[in-house]
């Protein structure tokens, strides 16, 4: 089955910096990738996404990209802010009739002020 | 609209008691999901239901069973409770237009003694 494997686990950064998550995924037939937020004590949310026909997306500070031959993607976030501290989730689908989502472990992102 | 109510929020159990989870929503979504989420291992797939009447396992199904009793409706059952499930639970729904974004429940956290 599919895998999905996040890096780093915790990054620190000081306000204004960017902020680079990567992931690496193990099933060809993957074709969504979504990326998630969670707050503290709070539900997961979805921040952007991407499929597997975009090379990359952008909306305002963050973007993806996605290089499906290497089957890695990406979430950058730039000029980071005190509310940019969350865990953030990337995540892999297969659309088998309906969609079939594996997480990653997660990253851990506190931005500094 | 409540969106996807998961009850009960709170729950201790001892082991070997059984217990059902239930989840409602009222999004007319035709997938519904329930994940673990466990400190330092992201949200792990238990089972999901891709429309009303199916059901698939996920990564980690084993311990727990699963209806999908209408449309609206997905429940997570755990026959004998054991320590290793004790854990927050998130049940989830993905949408009839079939984008694959999930939409969360407010997660509902298990203890086993």
């Known amino acids: 089955g599919e895998n999905v494997e996040q890096h780093p686990s915790t990054l620190s950064v000081q306000e204004g910096d960017s902020a680079v998550i990567k992931c690496t995924y193990s099933d060809s037939a993957s074709n969504y990738f979504p990326w998630y937020k969670q707050e503290l004590g709070k539900r997961p949310q979805l921040i952007i996404d991407?499929?597997?026909?975009?090379g990359e997306k952008k909306d305002q500070r963050i973007a993806v990209t996605l290089n499906k031959t290497a089957k890695h993607f990406s979430l950058h976030i730039t000029e980071t802010q005190p509310e940019d501290s969350a865990v953030y989730f990337c995540?892999?689908?297969?659309?088998?009739?309906?969609?079939?989502?594996?997480f990653g472990a997660g990253t851990r992102l506190f931005v500094k002020a | 609209n409540a969106g996807v109510t998961q009850t009960p929020k709170f729950q201790v159990l001892k082991t070997g008691q059984s217990m059902t989870l239930q989840c409602a929503q009222d999004m007319n979504h035709n997938s519904m999901y329930w994940y673990r989420q466990d400190p330092g291992m992201g949200l792990r797939l238990i089972y999901y239901?891709?429309?009303?009447?199916?059901?698939d396992k996920g990564e980690v199904p084993n311990g727990y069973n699963v209806s999908r009793l209408n449309k609206r409706e997905f429940s997570l059952r755990l026959e004998s409770a054991a320590p290793s499930q004790t854990s927050v639970y998130f049940c989830a729904t993905a949408g009839i237009s079939n984008t694959g974004e999930l939409f969360f429940g407010e997660g509902s956290r298990l203890t086993v003694l």
């Open positions: 995540a892999a689908s297969i659309n088998t009739g309906g969609f079939k989502t594996i």
């Open positions: 239901s891709a429309s009303e009447g199916t059901t």
């Open positions: 991407i499929r597997s026909n975009v």
